[in-house]
């Protein structure tokens, strides 16, 4: 028999029930108590909390994420650690005003689309058995059949398309999930489990000033989720859209975007870039120096960030020196979590 403990969250003074198998992240997520999370597998220590009272088993929290002292002195990674007592803990908790967080929910879905839209990145377009309430730029946990491991891919539509979301999802050699699932058995017509939504990146609605989009690769997933929100719920926000990758042959949704940006009377401004190919039309460089040519300065402004970590932090330290405080930036990596990073695909996936 399985035992179930209550978890009390301070200072919330909210108290949820979790199983002894379960994770006290995954508990919480389920029962509509949002706490700051990001790899849920233990790699990135967003959710690093005190553990005020109880006993809990820290599982598979990596070394560097969660260090021996800080083990010593009662810290814990919630998406790793399970229950042994009831538990009370401390956590980091940043309410924000006129956000809503969405309970974490199961679906099993079916493939409609595959789409071989980029070098090594393939589209995945699956019909849910139920609707997904989410905000625009979350990811969804999709098990690995057979494997006993789920995988995190950012959702690349917006929450308007409830029973239907798109993948973008990147080829790694040798990854278990992409050599040995989606770029090799998946076909249209399969059934697939998954669980959604979660992750702290998404678009802030209530923040209405112009906003900065830039990803690299597979990081554009989110961002496609965020444009396409704004634009088709009439929001007001400017919207400057970038997107860097190698080659011509690592875009994707050029044709989309462009036809989008045209049709927005002007909300929304597309600036693929290219560092490693010159292409009529398009800008060479690196997308950061970009960014940094287009603006003289970016206060006034809100960022959304995701792609593989050099590009962030580049983007970070341009905005900031162009006077964007952090506080105005929204930023995911592909480095969240090397086992299943919650971008639109990477890493060892």
């Known amino acids: 028999m399985t035992h179930t403990h209550t978890i009390t969250v301070e200072p919330l003074g909210v108290e949820v029930s ?5 994770s006290i992240l995954e508990a919480c997520l389920r029962q509509g108590v949002n706490l700051p999370h990001a790899c849920t597998h233990g790699t990135c220590a967003t959710c690093k909390v005190e553990v005020l009272d109880g006993d809990v088993d820290l599982g598979e929290a990596s070394a560097f994420a969660l260090l021996e002292s800080e083990r010593a002195e009662g810290k814990a990674l919630i998406c790793t650690a399970r229950p042994k007592s009831d538990v009370t803990i401390e956590a980091d908790v940043d309410e924000e005003e006129g956000v809503v967080f969405h309970p974490v929910r199961d679906f099993t879905a079916t493939v ?9 990145i393939r589209r995945l377009e699956l019909a849910l058995d139920g609707s997904i309430s989410l905000n625009p730029g979350q990811y969804v946990q999709v098990q690995v059949p057979g494997r ?6 950012s ?8 029973d239907a979301i798109e993948l973008n999802i990147r080829r790694t050699t040798g990854g278990l999930a992409t050599d040995g699932w989606v770029f090799a058995g998946l076909a249209e017509g399969d059934e697939i489990h998954l669980s959604g939504p979660y992750g702290r990146f998404f678009l802030r609605e ?3 000033e112009p906003a900065i989009l830039i990803g690299g690769g597979t990081g554009l997933a989110p961002l496609k989720a965020m444009v396409r929100h704004v634009l088709e719920t009439g929001a007001p926000q400017r919207l400057y859209l970038y997107h860097g990758a190698r080659t011509r042959a690592d875009l994707y949704d050029v044709e989309y975007f462009t036809d989008l940006a045209a049709r927005s009377a002007g909300q929304l401004s597309y600036r693929p870039v290219l560092s490693e190919e010159v292409v009529d039309g398009v800008r060479h460089g690196n997308v950061t120096a970009a960014v940094d040519a287009d603006f003289e300065t970016c206060a006034g402004h809100v960022a959304y960030l995701c792609g593989p970590p050099p590009m962030v932090e580049a983007a970070l330290k341009t905005l900031m020196g162009k006077r964007l405080f952090p506080r105005d930036i929204y930023r995911r990596t592909s480095s969240t979590a090397p086992t299943t990073p919650p971008v639109g695909c990477a890493a060892r996936c």
């Open 112 to 120: 409609t689309r595959i789409e071989d839209c980029a070098n090594n």
């Open 206 to 208: 209530q923040r209405t």
């Open 148 to 153: 006993g491991v789920t995988r995190s891919w």
């Open 155 to 162: 959702v690349a539509t917006p929450p308007a398309s409830a």
């Open 18 to 22: 979790c199983r002894e198998d379960q």
